[in-house]
């Protein structure tokens, strides 16, 4: 199993910038698949963006060019860098990864974006 811990969740005022982290227990080198998730106020989780092995990248069409997913192997930590924020990204955002059968979620962070 791999436990994933999230942070750099807050408040900010539309228009800033957050960038939150994923501290994962081991090591992510081989990893097949990491994404961020987020969860409004409705039942379900959106894929916000997701990084492969070889570091190819997928975004949700809302935050394409807004936001930038990363992973740093040797600290064994994904980012989600997320810029000109809006009101609609407020939610609880959650680290995901996939590799085989392993699944793991983190806790989440919460994301409010207002003035």
């Known amino acids: 199993q791999v436990q994933l811990v999230e942070s750099g969740g807050g408040l900010v005022q539309p228009g800033g910038s957050l960038r939150l982290s994923c501290a994962a227990s081991?090591?992510?080198?081989?990893?097949?698949?990491m994404a961020w998730y987020r969860q409004g106020p409705g039942p379900e989780r959106e894929l916000v963006a997701a990084?492969?092995?070889?570091?190819?990248?997928n975004y949700a069409d809302s935050v394409k060019g807004r936001f930038t997913i990363s992973r740093d192997n040797a600290k064994n930590t994904v980012y989600l860098q997320m810029n000109s924020l809006k009101p609609d990204d407020k939610a609880v955002y959650y680290c995901?990864?996939?590799?085989?059968?392993?699944?793991?979620w983190g806790q989440g962070t919460q994301v409010t974006v207002s003035s």
């Open positions: 995901h990864l996939r590799d085989g059968i392993l699944r793991s």
């Open positions: 081991r090591s992510i080198f081989n990893i097949d698949w």
């Open positions: 990084i492969t092995k070889g570091g190819t990248t």
